[in-house]
């Protein structure tokens, strides 16, 4: 199969992250800039879709259409709402602020399934890293519309993307770390 590549937005000074369809638009962020942007296939337009985002990362929508981010900066899970403030999911798993939040998926269930490394790049150069682990982490919306975060692998050394299967039976994930791959 031939592929054929269109610059369609930037360039960008780095790497572009967090692609999320919203049936419309393409939102990607801008990580340096913290920018979230939008293409739109059919104008060919690319614009700022929301500013001062600390940093976002991955993006994802929920089966409501709201949109979540992994904000690095700001060591947390964020949704973006449609007034343009912000509310933090998660920052923490038992009293340790998160590292640098990556890549997160969705559940049908409404389960934020994310990667927790630690990106130094991402994050104001003060910061201290306090979770040793860099496994995949979820919160999990509570009746009272709290959250609660929980560690829910054990063994993974440098994660990165992940995808829940469509059957929302497996977990795909993206271990960046060649030292913790078992075989």
């Not at 509570?142 to 497996?170: A, E, I, K, Y």
Request: with cysteine; proline share 7%; glycine share 10%.
């Amino acid at each position: 199969m031939d592929l054929e590549w269109e610059q369609v937005a930037g360039p960008f000074s780095r790497l572009t992250e967090g692609p999320a369809w919203d049936g419309k638009k393409l939102l990607f962020t801008y990580i340096p800039a913290s920018l979230i942007m939008a293409y739109d296939p059919e104008s060919g337009e690319c614009t700022v879709y929301r500013e001062n985002t600390n940093h976002t990362n991955g993006l994802a929508f929920d089966t409501e259409g709201r949109l979540y981010g992994c904000c690095s900066g700001g060591r947390s899970i964020v949704r973006f709402e449609p007034d343009g403030s912000t509310t933090t999911i998660v920052d923490s798993l038992d009293g340790q602020r998160l590292n640098t939040p990556n890549d997160l998926a969705i559940d049908r269930q409404g389960r934020i399934w994310f990667s927790n490394p630690w990106n130094a790049g991402n994050i104001d150069p003060s910061e201290q890293q306090e979770m040793v682990n860099k496994d995949i982490l979820r919160a999990d919306p509570q009746p009272d519309g709290s959250w609660t975060c929980q560690r829910m692998t054990f063994d993974t050394t440098g994660t990165n993307g992940l995808l829940v299967s469509p059957d929302q039976h497996s977990l795909y994930i993206i271990q960046t770390d060649p030292e913790g791959v078992r075989h």
